[in-house]
């Protein structure tokens, strides 16, 4: 036998051997899914929104068309994303008056132009 035919039962043994395991496996699966174990759980005086999102999680796609759910990822978003929702340490620190943040990027510029463009003054 010539090499190239040896690889080539080789290869098509070795994907029969696997889609077999593969079968067997969906097959012998309960088609029950196991809770998160890792996953700490909630105390009893928890975050109502934080409940109802552990609850979001847990029914899977139905939550897409769950009113509730989708109410409580609209809360979720509002409060990620509303001012003062991030720490201030992230935001570069200027000195004051001198209009010169503390990374060395000039900012006068960028409060002129805006000052011009509210006002409708051209430069």
Do not use: H, Y
């Not at 196991?34 to 975050?47: I, V």
């Not at 796609?61 to 990620?80: I, K």
């Not at 992230?90 to 990027?105: E, F, K, M, W």
Request: glycine letters at 8%; charged letters at 20%.
């Amino acid at each position: 036998m010539q090499t190239k035919t040896v690889v080539r039962i080789g290869a098509v043994a070795f994907v029969a051997v696997a889609l077999t395991v593969s079968a067997l496996q969906v097959r012998m699966s309960s088609g029950t899914v196991e809770p998160d174990r890792a996953a700490a759980p909630l105390a009893a005086g928890a975050d109502p929104l934080r409940l109802e999102l552990v609850r979001c999680q847990s029914i899977g796609a139905a939550g897409a068309t769950d009113q509730d759910c989708l109410r409580a990822w609209a809360e979720s978003r509002r409060r990620f994303l509303a001012p003062g929702s991030r720490p201030a340490a992230v935001l570069p620190a200027t000195r004051v008056g001198s209009g010169i943040a503390t990374n060395g990027a000039d900012i006068g510029a960028r409060e002129q132009t805006a000052r011009d463009a509210t006002s409708g003054e051209a430069r």
